[in-house]
């Protein structure tokens, strides 16, 4: 999926007159757009999470204010996954 990006960004420099970008200032390596493939996947699944979780502690908080600091938890509870998610990319 990398490489297409590459080729892509490649392609598309080529084209638009930057002959001495492309192929030069464009590279990386797989692994490391896999793993930030793989953040961006977890961020995703974190923002559905917090969307049903975050309505569900509004509905709770509006009924009785002492739910905010357990509301409040879970609603950021989610967001630990995409941090273990950014220190999986330091480990690759």
Known sequence: MFE???AFA???ASLAGFTDLALAE????FATGLAAL???IAAL????????IG???VG????DEDFFGVGLLF???PETLVILALVVIFIV
């Open 45 to 52: 699944g974190a923002g559905v999470a917090e969307g049903g």
């Open 55 to 57: 309505a569900a502690a």
């Open 38 to 40: 793989g953040v961006g």
């Open 26 to 29: 464009i590279n990386g390596d």
């Open 4 to 6: 297409i990006t590459v």
């Open 60 to 63: 709770a908080i509006a009924e």
């Open 75 to 77: 609603t950021v509870l």
């Open 10 to 12: 490649n392609a598309l």
